[in-house]
């Protein structure tokens, strides 16, 4: 409940700025502070979420520091480590430090993607569309970098590449595999002209078709050639995704395809179709390697991203005073996600927080 608590609250809250003339990005982060303080007491203050919370608690206790400076080289992770070893934090302070980086990167995300009075719709978008809000409390490390590769992306289509570049070198230090997806943004971004409905209908397509082809065997004969995956699937650690699992990512896929269909009349700039580009090419990437566990994370890093056709379309809908046909796409994106929240309630997807075991972390 305490989710559905967070995305109501939260996005009422943000829907105010419609009253506002556009701010800042500094501005907007001021007002948005309710918010902030919200998301951080719940990833922040998150307690035993996922399979890694306890890894990580060891982690910023200066244990298996070696793993992810030396052995890893993601250095910028281990700075934030030493930087909490040195101040004599307590180890959750790691999981605070992180949940607040990337929450203002998320911002500049939304900020760049759409005008202050529709932040609340992304929002909504981000937190119901794809896993992030609640996989990023597990997976610390590599989540931190997909903010970084969204924001990335942001810095492209704003033609900031001196700093885009930087982001690029720095990502690669918080986590590895960032490396191996950072020249796929490059590529995308030279193919960011095209955007007539046929090409992006084909890039969908290519998507939807991967994740039935894409299995262990084909796999068997790209992975060897990273290495930082290999023991992967030699152990075993690479499985196929069930068809329950492939289910809640292909009912997403109609609200796409009509979001190409009207995006001709978004009436968009040239930077926010851009944008619109990247997220098609980020859905379809997620789609097209959902159908193995361990490759499936590398769909991620523009999972951020790929929320902002769907946010578009909502817009759109929104300004045409389409009101039942407005509340049915908000609806389409709470069902989903209201059932992973409410009933099932596994992993990510649970909650706990530190203030409920206060007596053992003292």
Same mark, same amino acid.
């Given at each position: ?5 967070? +995305? ?43 399979? @890694? ?12 520091? @070696? ?15 030493? !930087? ?8 959750? %302070? ?9 929450? $203002? ?5 939304? &900020? ?7 932040? /609340?719709?992304?929002? !909504? ?8 809000? &609640? ?20 810095? $492209? ?12 070198? $720095? ?12 020249? #796929?943004?490059?590529?995308? /971004?030279?193919?960011?002209?095209? @955007?007539?409905?046929? %090409?992006? #209908? ?7 078709? +991967? ?10 004969? #790209? ?5 930082? /995956? ?29 979001? #190409? /269909? ?11 179709? %851009? $944008? ?74 649970? !909650? @706990?927080?530190?203030?409920?075991? %206060?007596?053992?972390?003292?």
């Amino acid at each position: 409940m305490i989710y559905i608590l967070f +995305l109501v609250i939260s996005s009422i809250y943000l829907s105010t700025l419609y009253d506002y003339k556009q701010s800042g990005y500094w501005k907007l982060i001021g007002y948005s502070c309710p918010v902030l303080l919200f998301w951080v007491l719940i990833v922040g203050c998150q307690y035993g979420i996922g399979t @890694d919370y306890f890894s990580y608690i060891e982690i910023f206790e200066g244990k298996n520091f @070696d793993y992810i400076s030396g052995i890893r080289g993601e250095y910028v992770f281990s700075a934030i480590v030493q !930087f909490i070893m040195f101040m004599g934090m307590p180890p959750q %302070w790691g999981f605070i430090i992180i949940a607040i980086i990337e929450v $203002l990167l998320l911002y500049y995300v939304m &900020h760049t993607s759409v005008d202050n009075k529709f932040i /609340y719709l992304f929002f !909504f978008t981000f937190i119901c569309l794809g896993g992030t809000f &609640h996989n990023q409390m597990n997976g610390l490390r590599q989540y931190l970098a997909i903010y970084i590769v969204s924001t990335i992306v942001c810095l $492209l289509c704003n033609r900031r590449f001196f700093i885009a570049l930087l982001l690029s070198v $720095l990502t690669c230090f918080v986590h590895k595999s960032s490396a191996i997806i950072l020249p #796929i943004i490059f590529l995308i /971004y030279q193919f960011r002209f095209k @955007d007539s409905f046929k %090409w992006l #209908i084909i890039i969908l397509s290519i998507g939807i078709i +991967l994740s039935f082809v894409f299995s262990n065997q084909i796999l068997s004969l #790209i992975i060897p050639y990273f290495d930082m /995956y290999s023991h992967y699937f030699t152990s075993d650690g690479v499985e196929e995704y069930g068809i329950i699992q492939k289910i809640t990512k292909y009912i997403y896929i109609p609200i796409f395809v009509l979001a #190409i /269909y009207r995006y001709p009349y978004f009436n968009l700039s040239q930077k926010r179709k %851009w $944008l619109f580009v990247f997220g098609i090419y980020g859905f379809a990437m997620k789609l097209s390697v959902m159908s193995l566990t361990t490759v499936s994370r590398m769909g991620l890093y523009l999972e951020i991203i790929s929320c902002i056709p769907i946010v578009y379309l909502l817009i759109y809908v929104y300004q045409k005073h389409w009101t039942k046909k407005y509340i049915l796409l908000l609806l389409y994106l709470l069902a989903p996600y209201a059932v992973k929240v409410l009933v099932m309630k596994t992993g990510e997807y649970s !909650f @706990d927080s530190i203030f409920f075991h %206060w007596n053992q972390l003292q």
